[in-house]
T-cell receptor, first 117, second 111 residues
Framework: GAVVSQHPSWVICKSGTSVKIECRSL??????MFWYRQFPKQSLMLMAT?????????EQGVEKDKFLINHASLTLSTLTVTSAHPEDSSFYIC?????????????FGPGTRLTVL | GQQLNQSPQSMFIQEGEDVSMNCTSS?????WLWYKQDPGEGPVLLIA?????ELTSNGRLTAQFGITRKDSFLNISASIPSDVGIYFC???????????FGQGTILTVHP
């Protein structure tokens, strides 16, 4: 149980285009999902908290108009990187909190490698 | 923001050796989580600790929630090559609610 999927697993795009990444909880409902980014050999940095049916909460320094988050159902959150630039290249990981489980446990997706040319 | 100090940053060990890593914080944590991340993958939860003093095992892994609620350690016994990866401690500081991650410990196991 507690499986989280991400799609795509990797994507290469041209500078200026937008990229959408999906995060799905496969066998549980997730009122809350989280989006992280990770640079090589570094830890995970929280970007935003995605809440089903309401606006996402962004961490300080993260541009909400740049990283659009939609959490339209209890099993799906999407992150759209708008007008992507090379500095947006990174490993993006989502996690989901099981609505029926312990508050502090998060289950992570396999990540999406974004490369912007 | 909240910070976790995780050490060591990296370890190079021989297969069969035991491993120990730890995390400390200046803030009280109400949960400690230990994750393992393989290259190009997301973190996988290894052990979750909820009570100060709690000692929990998962196979060859053992983790403890420090009694001061400001530290935790993870031990791996009789390491094997597939233990290779990055280990992260994480937790929500009291009254904060969001996970804060340690810097990670890169483990290399030589056959």
């Amino acid at each position: 149980g507690a499986v989280v999927s991400q799609h795509p697993s990797w994507v290469i795009c041209k500078s200026g285009t937008s990229v959408k990444i999906e995060c799905r909880s496969l066998d549980f409902q997730a009122t809350t999902m989280f989006w992280y980014r990770q640079f090589p050999k570094q830890s995970l940095m929280l970007m935003a908290t995605s809440n089903e049916g309401s606006k996402a909460t962004y961490e300080q320094g993260v541009e909400k108009d740049k990283f659009l988050i939609n959490h339209a159902s209890l099993t799906l959150s999407t992150l759209t990187v708008t007008s992507a630039h090379p500095e947006d290249s990174s490993f993006y990981i989502c996690s989901a909190r099981d609505t029926g489980g312990p508050d502090n446990e998060q289950f992570f997706g396999p990540g999406t490698r974004l490369t912007v040319l | 923001g909240q910070q976790l100090n995780q050490s060591p940053q990296s370890m190079f060990i021989q297969e069969g050796e035991d491993v120990s890593m730890n995390c400390t914080s200046s803030s009280i944590f109400n949960t400690w989580l230990w994750y393992k991340q393989d290259p190009g993958e997301g973190p996988v939860l290894l052990i979750a600790l909820y009570k100060a003093g709690e000692l929990t095992s998962n196979g060859r892994l053992t983790a403890q929630f420090g009694i001061t609620r400001k530290d935790s350690f993870l031990n791996i016994s009789a390491s094997i090559p597939s233990d290779v990866g990055i280990y992260f401690c994480a937790g929500p500081p009291f009254n904060y609610g969001k996970l804060t991650f340690g810097q990670g410990t890169i483990l290399t196991v030589h056959p």
